[in-house]
């Protein structure tokens, strides 16, 4: 790989953020454990009867991983906001856009995949039927990344501003709204026995949509907050 | 009204309301704001004569 | 430059805008107030009860108009927000900032009025469906627009931020139009059409038109009025604003020494 070429900056920076993330691995389980708390408080606060926790499985889930996601989303760029290598990103003669998808990339990799693991575990706590578990899986896979590059593009609005959480949360909650609709409504479909692709086919269109213009966006609005 | 008054009354009540306060929102922000412009030429002035 | 180009221009300028809003905001709340109280003389005394809905089917006269605004703001903020991205107007700024607490109004009062609505109508206060969701969503929106610029001290920056995100946000008003069409919703289908006869009574429509007149016309007023603030925030250190501040407390002294 010839060094100073697109291809080799793409790598050296998924090799660093790999690297980075690797280093401070435990850190890394903190949305796994979130997600499990907030499944878990279900049981509690409804009562343990398997029928009531069956019903609202599929979409406690989806809702506990897009929390998890959000909470996760500030580890985006604050680490290189605050030591100043965003802003040489910003500044390098690499397509932006292509740099901010590769870090989503990493990030979507080492928050939502294990999520996506124990996905199932989770499931398995709220009584899901198991015929369901597939469709909540492909459901998952499709929009968890779908939140992560919509996210992304939220984050890089209020990047550098200190307590950005709420704040953050009120930008990104009408855009998680249709993602949320599309992917828990699936779920909930085939839970009822019926049609499923289409919301499914929603979030897979959507998904490609995203994954053409979220970094994009993500890269005007990063110009925009560092300017 | 028909029986219906309960919510006629409230539903109308809320919108001469909000347009209320949207009408005096601005007014009492410009006031704020005159004072704000009023402290920072103050505060100009008075660097300026002691430099 | 040519005389249409040098108006443009001079539009644009913070302190002429500011005495062009000056001048005619007190007409526009006027007018709208005056259109305002006709339509609601209309629609409350003058129309007749329906036959389906009873005398409940009047909170139309407002739900309506506050719901076609809800969408027409975000539009005339959308422009906004676009013109002060590519082309950095300062005016353009302050508008789209301006029309997004109007906005917010319009569509609080218009999810409210329709809960108070649908009470009677369909016997609950609220429903997930396309269009109650999509409106909500739209409330949000306006949240983060209004958040976002409260959230950055820089100004210009600010506002080139929740313009930003106003322009993320727009896919939503197509959404809550066509949502009665897309989707099986609760909430009716269109009655009022921009071409051709509209599905409802005449003396049930004028009320609403002229409603939805006073309401756009109120929109301006209440635009003028905020922009006026806007520019005074953002200008703060120049000349202009500066005669602006002391000639209000000037007037304040008078009132005081008068009264």
Partial sequence: MKPGTTLAACSALIGRDLTLVWRRRGDALNPILFALIVVALFPFALGPEPDNLRRIAAGVVFVALLLSGLLALDTLFRGDYEDGSLEQLVLSPHPLALLLACKIAVHWLTTALPLLIVAPLLAEMLNLPHAVLPVLLTALALATPLLSLIGAVCVALTVGMRRSGMLLALLVLPLYVPVLIFGAGACNAAQAGLAFMAPLLWLGAGLVLALVLAPLACAAALKISLS | MGGYGAYIWPAYAVFLVVLLLDAIAPRLRRRRVLAEIRGKLKRRTAREATR | ?259
């Fill in chain 3, 1 to 259: 430059m040519n005389r249409l180009t040098l108006w443009f221009h001079k539009i644009g300028s913070p302190p002429t805008f500011y005495r062009i809003a000056g001048a005619l905001a007190p007409w526009c709340f006027g007018i709208a107030i005056a259109l305002g109280a006709l339509a609601l003389y209309g629609g409350l005394v003058l129309a007749p009860r329906d036959y389906q809905q009873g005398d409940a089917y009047r909170i139309i006269f407002i739900h309506v108009p506050c719901a076609w605004m809800s969408l027409f703001t975000y539009g005339f903020m959308a422009v906004n927000a676009f013109i002060a991205l590519v082309w950095r107007i300062k005016l353009s700024e302050i508008l789209a900032m301006a029309s997004a607490p109007i906005g917010a109004a319009f569509t609080f009062i218009t999810l409210v009025t329709g809960s108070i609505w649908g009470k009677p109508m369909w016997g609950t206060w609220w429903t997930w469906d396309a269009r109650l969701t999509s409106e909500l969503v739209l409330l949000f929106l306006y949240f983060g627009v209004i958040g976002l610029y409260a959230a950055i001290d820089d100004k210009r920056k600010a506002a080139r931020a929740a313009s930003f995100l106003a322009l993320i946000g727009i896919v939503n008003v197509p959404i809550v139009h066509f949502s009665v069409n897309w989707w099986n919703t609760l909430h009716q289908g269109s009655t009022v059409r921009l071409m051709g006869p509209s599905k409802i009574s005449g003396d049930m429509l004028w009320p609403l038109l002229t409603m939805a007149l006073a309401t756009h016309i109120w929109f301006f007023a209440s635009l003028f009025a905020r922009t006026r603030v806007g520019l005074l925030e953002l200008e703060g250190g120049k000349d202009w604003a500066r005669d602006v501040a002391l000639a209000d407390a000037a007037r304040d002294e008078t009132v005081t020494a008068h009264g």
